[in-house]
């Protein structure tokens, strides 16, 4: 699925992925630097919140959260002040397949279609690929990285998550794609911060 979007450059946008709420094993939220899930969650909502504006607007690339029913996951939505989130999904999707897909149904009275950008409360979503242009810049968002993308020897910048680097990796990037996951920044990151860090980076492989 493909979208294309243009954000007027006043607007603050951030981009977040793999956050992971309520997933309730050691493997994620010990790596990700905290003593429980309980720890786990609240700094997840508490960030989310102070960074991110009511009125700003917030990419989320995927695995929002797992071992979460659809109640479960209404009151996660609830509690995130921020009225813009756009959602690409990622290989973790219940309970949001499940919710996305009663929505579209009752909306169009079709069983088993998909229909982007479709918006749910507070979140859009958008499929399983975007293209943003921001401040003249281009950006690919997908859940898993990509070896190639759109514009990619015109420098666009392809941000994703899925793959959980550490907060080290960010040193040793060799091209404009970047894991924007909660393990690797413990935040959301404004799109002018992901402009600093790659602005001496040029990528080296063009798709044909």
Known sequence: MYNELTIDSVRNV????????????????EEYGYASLSEHNIDVLDKINNIVGENDIL???????????????????????????????GNHSNPLWSIYKKQVEKTYNIKDIE???????????????????????????????????????HNAINLHGHIHSNKNYIN???????????????KPIHLNEIQ???????????EK
Not at 60 to 89: A, M, P, R
Not at 197 to 204: D, G, M, R, S, V
């Open 115 to 153: 229909v982007y950008p479709f918006k749910y409360k507070n979140i859009t979503f958008v499929g399983n690929y975007l293209t943003l242009i921001y401040k003249k810049q281009m950006y690919v968002m997908t859940h898993y990285p990509l070896k190639t993308w759109i514009c990619k020897k």
């Open 196 to 206: 600093e860090i790659t602005k001496n980076i040029n990528n080296t492989q063009y």
């Open 172 to 186: 040793n990037i060799t091209e404009k794609c970047i894991d924007v996951g909660w393990k690797a920044f413990n």
């Open 59 to 89: 990419f989320h690339l995927g695995d929002i959260c797992l071992n979460t029913n659809e109640e479960q996951f209404e009151i996660l939505i609830s509690s995130i002040k921020c009225k813009n989130i756009y959602y690409v999904w």
């Open 14 to 29: 951030f981009v977040t992925a793999d956050t992971h709420y309520n997933h309730d094993k050691k493997f994620i939220y």
